[in-house]
């Protein structure tokens, strides 16, 4: 099991509607969870972070995470042709765990946003 | 602020040689993170560094690869007899703290030959 999986999509979802990515996670010590956008050629730019269950709005983007599930999830309302980029799931564990410090990354979600 | 930089940009070498690959953190930040993207993979975590020291370099591929970093602030990532395999781009993220939130510079496109 990967410790950090995405659905790989690729998603494909119509000007204004609503763009669901999700990721799941193996590791139970894992604190800080982390959303960035990768355009093609370009490094990742972070989109939101979340360290509470619940959810977490920014603009058109909510972060959700749900701990016992092990689940964390983005939502983009309103999407837009310019929001098609690579979504990255990323998870840092607590300060103690072995991976401490260095992020995991799912693999990506490829997401288009046709007009 | 400037964000975090890396240089060079490119970087085109013969199977066999040296190449170090630079990165300047984002002023203040004292934690310096490099990671590895290669085409069709995830992003791999190689090293990160707190200050000048790396209390975690278990994602170097080999012996091949070292980092140091100096003065709490510019890294340089080494690779030494470089493989055709080595071809990635090389992130280098920087934060103000360890498990903090982490900002990625533009990368280091290297293609070995």
């Known amino acids: 099991q990967k410790e950090v999986e995405q659905n790989s999509g690729p998603l494909s979802v119509p000007e204004g509607a609503i763009a669901s990515l999700n990721c799941t996670y193996s590791d139970r010590g894992s604190q800080s969870f982390f959303w960035y956008r990768q355009y093609s050629g370009k490094s990742p730019e972070l989109i939101m972070f979340i360290y509470s269950n619940g959810d977490k709005e920014d603009g058109r983007f909510t972060a959700q995470l749900n701990k016992a599930s092990q689940y964390v999830s983005l939502l983009i309302r309103d999407s837009q042709p310019s929001d098609s980029a690579t979504y990255l799931c990323a998870v840092n564990v607590a300060p103690g765990g072995t991976s401490y410090g260095k992020l995991t990354f799912g693999q990506g979600t490829i997401l288009t946003v046709h007009p | 602020g400037a964000g975090v930089s890396q240089s060079p940009s490119n970087k085109v070498t013969e199977k066999g040689k040296d190449v170090e690959l630079r990165c300047d953190p984002i002023?203040?930040?004292?934690?310096l993170y490099w990671y590895r993207q290669s085409l069709g993979q995830g992003l791999e975590f190689l090293i990160y560094f707190q200050g000048n020291s790396a209390p975690d370099k278990s994602g170097l591929p080999s012996d091949r690869f070292s980092a140091e970093r100096t003065g709490g602030s510019v890294s340089t990532l080494t690779i030494q007899r470089t493989q055709q395999e080595d071809s990635a781009v090389y992130l280098c993220?920087?934060?103000?703290?360890?498990?903090?939130?982490?900002?990625f510079g533009p990368g280091t496109r290297l293609l070995v030959l």
């Open positions: 993220a920087s934060s103000v703290g360890v498990g903090e939130t982490q900002y």
């Open positions: 002023s203040g930040h004292t934690a």
